[in-house]
């Protein structure tokens, strides 16, 4: 089992930045990928950035060109920087480990971290 620990949300002014990041640890060879979701209060959780051990990177179109997702290897690490932050970014941002099916380009992820909240204000 591969636990994640997140830290890094908080609230910040529309435009601004934030960086999170989560620390991977336990059975991390089981996994191959770790992503980013989030989830606004009454919408379903969605994926937005996903990074894979081969460095293959997927991003959610609302975030592209602000968001920026990055790994440390040597520190089991992923990291999500945020830039131009907007009011719709708001939503409890959650780390997995996943397994990412290339020729499906899909994420499967079953281990999460326990969410951190990201509040940006108008």
Do not use: H
């Amino acid at each position: 089992q591969v636990q994640l620990v997140e830290s890094g949300g908080g609230l910040v002014q529309a435009g601004g930045s934030l960086r999170l990041s989560c620390a991977a640890r336990g059975s991390i060879f089981s996994i191959n990928a770790m992503a980013w979701y989030r989830q606004a209060p009454g919408k379903q959780r969605e994926l937005i950035a996903g990074i894979t051990d081969g460095g293959i990177i997927t991003y959610a179109n609302s975030v592209k060109g602000r968001f920026t997702i990055s790994r440390d290897n040597a520190k089991n690490t992923v990291y999500l920087q945020m830039n131009s932050l907007k009011f719709e970014d708001t939503a409890v941002y959650y780390c997995s480990g996943c397994y990412y099916t290339d020729s499906e380009n899909r994420y499967d992820c079953t281990s999460w971290g326990q969410g951190t909240q990201v509040t940006v204000s108008s």
